[in-house]
């Protein structure tokens, strides 16, 4: 059974900065993109980035220029590099797999077969 299994949250004040790491059980093969989503207490869950299996990396627009995500083949971890956080950035942070196409995974559409992992908190206060 495959398993994403996060790691890196924590508590953080405003502008301050926290890595997430997302390590798979398993290593995927062409045509898996990858990616974080966060879900805010009483909000819907929301895609934060996604890197395809072209490597095409899209990130919202509400991240853009704070975060960076990164992958490392060689371990199977994916990381998420955050800065600038701010307190909308509060949420429990969700790192995904899912077999869909570039076009899919740019817009973060992600299916009922996505790998989901457990999540991490991340909490940022002023």
């Known amino acids: 059974q495959v398993q994403l299994l996060e790691s890196g949250g924590g508590s953080v004040l405003t502008g301050g900065s926290l890595r997430l790491s997302c390590s798979a059980s398993t290593y995927f093969d062409n045509g898996y993109c990858m990616g974080w989503s966060r879900q805010a207490p009483g909000k819907e869950r929301e895609g934060v980035v996604s890197?395809?299996?072209?490597?095409?990396?899209n990130y919202s627009e509400a991240v853009k220029g704070r975060f960076t995500l990164s992958k490392d083949y060689a371990k199977n971890i994916l990381y998420l590099q955050m800065n600038g956080l701010k307190p909308e950035d509060t949420a429990t942070y969700y790192c995904a797999a899912d077999r869909i196409s570039t076009f899919a995974c740019v817009t973060r559409a992600w299916t009922r077969n996505a790998y989901w992992g457990q999540g991490t908190q991340v909490n940022v206060s002023s």
């Open positions: 890197i395809a299996s072209d490597g095409t990396i």
